[in-house]
């Protein structure tokens, strides 16, 4: 662990922020892991679990149509929106729980988001394949903040150049800040459990540059 990381984590365990090491040191300037993030974690899991409009998507692979295997919600600034598939996508505005979230979030990542990417997984079988959180309006080196409640779920990530493979637990009320280089260089998945696993909901705050 070099200075600064030492002694980032000796100012967020004075502020109660607890952080947790084990990422591998050659990761440690684009990845951290922080435990016991919100105080109501189990309240805010149930409030966003009724509150949220949750929609399951289609997708279209092979020109065939399919459900994503996961519901999804899109919260943000009315500035934050994107264009997909030459569709532009407007977020729905920020409730209260999310506002909270987001602030406490923003404190703990040191710095600020517009949006946020809502994941419901129902069960093991719900999943996201492998991706890199690499779009344009994101901009170089994005801070994504990745909030987790409910069940723990595994999160893969494979090195695009060499192959390698990292694996770690996501569990309950923990946030993975994904930063620097990580995009460019690994892509992500939460592959599906045949473990028993329970609901899940992650939170991706983003930052979208306007367009
Ligand atoms: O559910 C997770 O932990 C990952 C979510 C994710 O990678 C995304 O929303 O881009
Ligand atoms: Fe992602």
Redesign the pocket.
Known sequence: MDKFIRAKSQHLKTAGINPFEIIPDDLSDQLELHFDVLDNGHELYQNLRTNIEWNQREIRMFGKTHLEPRLVAWYGDRAARYVYSGIENVPLSWTPDLIRIKSHVEKVAGTQFNSV?L?LYRDGNDS?GY?S?DEPELGREPVIA?L?LGSD?K?NMKNKESGRLISMN?PNNSLLIMKGKFQEEWR?A?PKTKKIAGERI?L?FRKIHHQ
Do not use: A, E, G, K
Request: net charge neutral.
């Open positions: 990417l994941n996201m991706h959180d990745s987790s779920r999160f996501l992500h939460v992650n991706t």
